[in-house]
Every structure is written in C-alpha cells, then in structure tokens.
C-alpha cells in the first residue's frame, strides 16, 4: 500500500502582526510584538461579522494558487458571529434577520458559499484548540479516503464575551503575555485566522507535510490544567507516535504557552516529562500575536510551516527572565536554524488537548495505514425529548401523542447527583443525563474514553445570562462560572470529567446537522484510544435567544429541546446493532444532491433490501425544500415507510439525535410502532432504519443490525 502523505499546500494567516506569509515571516524574523485587533485588509465588511472577514482573508490566501475545488471544510471558532450578538441584544434588537450570522456554524458556511464547496462543512468548538482540532479532522478526512482536498484551520474575533470573560477568571496581563517568564501573569487576547490547504499531492508552492496529530482531555477541571501535564502529554505522544518518527525528530516545540502561571507550568511539566533526555528549541508566539482562541492552533500551525521552509525559530517574545522552576529554555530571539519537524501544541477549556506535527515535505517515516471509517457498535442509547427519556418518549408516541416540549430542569437530571449538577444548566445537564443513561444502557462498568457532542447553539442560557450581566453593570462584574459554561464545549467537558474520559473531546456545532457532524468526527477519530465514544447530541430551547438564532424554532409554537446519546464502540464482526454516517453534502449549488445520495447508498435495489424505515428530519425553516427532496429520494430509491420525525419530537437542532436514538430501539424491537405508520405496527424484518437529514444540507445516518 502506497504510504499516505497530507501536504499543506496552501495557507493564510492574518493576526495583528499582518495579514499573509510574507507579513508574517518578517514580523517572526523581526521579533515584532503586538497586541489587540487587526484591521481586515480589504477593510472589514458590515454584510457580516469579523470572524467571517478574518476567515475570508485567511482562506483566499490558502485557495489563491488552487483551482477552487474543495471535497470539504473545517472550521474551528469559538466566537462566531458574537461581536455582532453583543450589540444587537444591548440594543435590544429583535428581528432574526439581523442575527442570522450569530452561529458557530456560519463562518465555515459562509466560505463553502464562497468557494461552492458541496463536501461536507464542519464546525469545531473545542475552545483554544479549535483551529488545531479541525486541522486534525482533516488530516484523518483525507487519510482515510474521504477527501482529497479539505481547507482546515480556525478563525475568531475580539468580543466582549471573551474579554470580560477571561477578565473575571484574572487571566489576562495587562502589560501583555509573558510566556514561561518567572513573573508572568496571564494572557493577552488577539484575534485572527489562518487556513491551511490540505491534500494529497502537495501542489503548493511552499508546501510542508502533516505528519500526524495528537488528541487527549485532561478530565480535571472545566478550566484549570492538569498542573502535571498529563493530558498535554499524553496529546503530545499521540501527535510523534501518530507521525511515525520518534520524539528525538522533533527539532523544535512551537508552545501553547499562554502565559498563565498554570498553563505554562502545567505545559512545562508534560515536556519535561517527554523529553527527559534532551529538549528541543521551543518558544511561544502567543507574547507577540496574543492568543487568537480558536484561530491559535492554526496560526501557529502556519507558524511551524514557516519554521521549517525558512529555517526559523521564533523568539520567545514577551519573556525577559525565563522561570528556572519550569526548567525550560526557550528560545529568546528569532534564530536561524535547520528544522524538519515540528512540534506544535494548542491546548484549551474542558482539557482539550491537541498537538499537531508538521515536517518538510517527505521525511522518513514509520506507517501504519489508517483504516477507512467502519460502522461503530452502538453498545447503549438514550434519548430525552419533551414526555421525558426513552421510555416515557415511546409511550407517548405508541400513544398517538407527540413528545414535543421541554421538561422541568429537574426532571432533566433526576438520574444523576445531585451534588453534580447543582450548579450547572440546561444543556450541560442534557448532556450529562444523556450520557448516564447511556452508558448504563451499555451494561458496561468501563466508560467510553472519547467524547463526541454535536449542539446547534452550545449553552444558551449561560452565554445570555453573562451577557445580561455584563450589560446591567456597565460591564463591571462579569460572572466567571457563566463564562466558563457558555463555551460550545463545556457540557462535552463535563461529560469527560465526570467519567473519566481522556481521549479525543470534540464538541461540533453545525446547526441542524451538529449529532451528524458529532458522529461523523467519531467516525474518523474513534480508533486512537481504546475504541470507545459517546456520541452526543443536544440542545436547550432558550426563552429569548432561540427565536433569534433559531430559524425553525419561530415555526413551531411548542418550544422543544432535548437530544440523543449513544455509548459507541469500533466496528467489529461481532453480531450487535450498528450505527454509520453514509452521507453529508451541501444542497446549495448541489442540483443532483438526491441522485448522489441514492448512488451513495448504494441505489435503489440495496435501499429498498436493507432499510425498512426512513426518519425524515426537514427543519421548519425550510420544510419546502425539505419536502421536496424527501419526495425525490423516494421517487429514486422506491417507497417506504417515512416517520417525519420533526413533526413528533419539536423544532430544535439536535432532533435528529433523538431520531437516531428511536431508530436504535426500533431496530432493536425489530418493529414500528402503529401510530407511527398508519395505524399498524410494521414489521422491519432485519432490515435496519435510515435516518435522512434535509434542507441546506443532506445527510443520511443508518443503524442497522449484523
């Protein structure tokens, strides 16, 4: 087998150092500090927020010698279109029009727009690892056969919501970052993108290589490190072992390095542990760019590019007396050198942790094919919708009822401590009651040690809560525990502290389609730790913001919410139910999406022996659409029973989690319910059920039985 290479074969980058390779070699080779926002060049248009500009500008860079044909975008962002929120709800506008910019989603949607990429469009939101992550999901994307050309990288703004937020955890230096420096005190926040082309044949003109990346979750604390390292360690290992090359390769370290007292101590420690032998050079860029939050990981994966093609180390800017007890000795000014291999770390909130490894192109290297994306065992599921948990859901609908609706917050997590959940919220306690019920589903004692968590629009009720603080006292006393609990992937962090789970942590936020995205990105990363994952999907109905964010949420006058969670294993041969994402492509400029649906699926003969249901999820946004697609995947692929699932569970994101999660149960019973089909329970015989998602953009999920 012909050893796989990813190549970078295009990139972009702005920061507030200068926008392109060119401006960012000689800010490097200069030791050049700065600090604040950057000014979009073209100027920053109003038709949409600043981190869609600063993704704009990072991705025409990275596609400007390409010829515009992508297979699929990852985006990290943990910000969206928030700059754009804030003023909006402080002037207390109300029209959804103006707000259609505000989702996570929105930044890599507004670039396959641009570049009419028809692949599949995901949303990281892992926090400060986010730009790192998505570039992780590409590599595994394009190594396992799924695309050839994928643009990856991450992008965020400046907004009151994460000034004031890390400003009340006393995490910012107002002299600016100091990384690993013996009198640092915190950060200083930046704002930038960077996107890099990855594919097989590195065509680009300074192409570098992906070499490998790293995954891992502290399972500590929603916001401290683990002051050991142990995660950033252990992500770290993944990332060389991952490449192929051993740790004494690696020629230079391209820090996290925040300049928190914690993170850099905490880094510290995991380097010092995997190197003992010997470090080698390493330094920080965050004293001279800020911390770009989820742009960070893609920017400095530019960076470790530049490293290697320009044979330079970037100075430690910002460290004037480097902390003996950290035992480390970074580089303190920019420096020539030979370099073939990098090292680069972005860790975040919730002990997300990703390191990447970028080499110059063709480095020798060990390999093990990574295997395409198998069917994974679904070993427990779970699901809470308005009647209550899956079996009060099943009641209601072998009822003839509906289970739309939102049930009491307590309600929500009678099944677990309740110690544990005191302090936390809807969607964090959605997730939380979804895994546990899962996982005792399972049967198992062990938990899954991946978690994967699809949400629409991440914690509502914290981000508005802080925000209507922030506005009531003239942003004087921002509340810390709302900041940590409004980031997307804070109910996924919780689920791995509670169990234990230190592998991969993603959180995907891809509006109607974020379960699909969720499990599609297990799909790729399931088999780097032992094999095991929770997949979740959920979103809360928030009182105010949802009939803002949420298109379909004003269509139906229920408010709804809830989700679906599995306990998921590494496909095998052993007789069991399964689950599988069999497709994913952007309707918009799409015309034959139903004729390659069909196709993917195997055509008509295979759907109509291997399907005995279809679950159709059309959003309310966009039932016409919807509709009509659904009628012309059953023209194509012949009739079927067809549960219109959305009409029983209400409008919210993640539905089709809970859609999912029947369909489980039902292939399991071997049959539907009657009052789902026409008055008369129907018989699947053998056949599994397929879950279709429709509208902007298509999905197809089955979960059959072997």
């Not at 790293?214 to 252990?234: F, I, M, N, R, T």
């Not at 509670?498 to 993603?506: D, E, L, M, P, Q």
């Amino acid at each position: 087998m012909t050893e796989p290479r990813v190549y970078i074969s295009g990139m972009g980058v702005i920061h507030c150092l200068g926008s392109g390779l060119s401006e960012t070699i000689d800010a490097i080779q200069k030791g050049m500090r700065g600090m604040g926002s950057v000014a979009c060049n073209p100027p920053r248009s109003t038709a949409v927020p600043k981190t869609h500009q600063l993704a704009r500008v990072a991705a025409d860079q990275a596609m400007e010698a390409s010829d515009g044909t992508l297979d699929a975008i990852i985006v990290g962002t943990t910000t969206g279109g928030m700059s754009t929120t804030e003023e909006l709800l402080e002037k207390k506008v109300t029209d959804p029009r103006m707000y259609r910019h505000h989702s996570a989603a929105s930044v890599a949607e507004d670039l396959a727009r641009r570049y009419r990429c028809k692949g599949p469009i995901l949303t990281v939101c892992t926090a400060c690892s986010s730009g790192a992550a998505a570039i992780a999901l590409g590599l595994e994307m394009i190594r396992s056969g799924l695309a050839e050309r994928v643009l990856a990288g991450g992008a965020d703004a400046l907004c009151s919501l994460t000034h004031h937020g890390f400003r009340s955890l006393q995490l910012i230096d107002p002299e600016g970052a100091r990384p690993l420096d013996k009198n640092r005190r915190g950060m200083s926040l930046g704002e930038g993108a960077a996107m890099l082309l990855l594919s097989r044949n590195g065509s680009g003109k300074r192409a570098a290589e992906l070499l490998g990346a790293g995954l891992s979750c502290d399972a500590y604390h929603p916001v401290k490190p683990h002051p050991e390292g142990v995660g950033a360690q252990a992500a770290m290992r993944a990332a060389v072992r991952d490449a192929g090359i051993a740790h004494s390769d690696i020629d230079y370290i391209n820090l996290h390095g925040t300049g928190t007292p914690d993170n850099d101590l905490s880094e510290a420690q995991a380097i010092c542990s995997l190197f003992p032998d010997g470090k080698p050079l390493l330094s920080s860029v965050k004293g001279a760019i800020g911390h770009c939050l989820a742009a960070a990981g893609a920017i400095e994966t530019v960076v470790s590019a530049i490293s290697i093609f320009q044979n330079l180390v970037p100075g430690n800017t910002g460290c004037l007396l480097a902390d003996p007890d950290l035992h480390l000795n970074p580089v303190m000014e920019p420096t020539e050198g030979p370099i073939r291999c990098v090292l680069s770390n972005s860790f975040g909130f919730g002990g997300n942790n990703v390191s990447v490894v970028v080499s110059a192109p063709g480095v020798n290297r060990s390999y093990s094919p990574s295997p395409k994306p198998e069917p994974m065992r679904i070993l427990g599921y779970a699901c809470l919708t308005g009647a209550g948990d899956m079996e009060s859901t099943l009641a209601s609908l072998a009822g003839g009822r509906h289970c739309k609706g939102m049930l009491p917050i307590e309600e929500i997590s009678r099944n677990l401590p309740p110690r544990l959940v005191r302090r936390l919220k809807r969607l964090p306690r959605l997730s939380l009651s979804l895994a546990a019920a899962a996982h005792e589903s399972s049967g198992r004692s062990e938990a899954p040690s991946s978690v994967f968590v699809g949400t629409g629009w991440g914690a509502l009720s914290e981000t508005y809560d802080f925000l209507m603080r922030l506005f009531e006292t003239g942003n004087r006393f921002p509340s810390p525990m709302d900041f940590v609990g409004s980031v997307h992937n804070a109910p996924a962090g919780q689920v791995a502290l509670h169990f234990r789970s230190t592998g991969c942590n993603i959180t995907a936020s891809g509006g109607d389609h974020s379960f699909e995205q969720a499990l599609l990105a297990a799909h790729l990363l399931i088999g780097r730790d032992d094999g095991s994952a929770f997949v979740i999907g959920a979103d809360e109905t928030h009182p105010v913001l949802s009939g803002l964010f949420d298109e379909s949420a004003t269509t139906e006058e229920t408010s709804s919410d809830g989700g679906g969670g599995f306990c998921l294993g590494k496909g095998d041969s052993q007789p069991g139910m399964y689950i599988q994402m069999r497709f994913y492509e952007n309707a918009e400029n799409n015309p034959e999406v139903i004729s390659s649906l069909v196709l993917r699926l195997g055509g008509p003969e295979r759907i109509e022996a291997e399907y005995g249901a279809v679950l159709a999820g059309i959003p309310g946004c966009c039932r016409r659409q919807g509709q009509a697609q659904l009628q012309g995947f059953l023209s194509k692929a012949g009739k079927k029973p067809v549960i219109d699932f959305r009409r029983l569970t209400g409008e919210f994101a993640s539905s089709s989690a809970v859609a999912a999660a029947l369909g489980a149960r039902f292939v399991e019973d071997g049959e539907i319910p009657g009052h789902l089909c026409s008055g008369h329970s129907h018989l699947l015989n053998g056949r599994g059920v397929l879950i279709l998602g429709l509208g902007r953009y298509v999905t197809a999920v089955e979960v059959f039985r072997k």
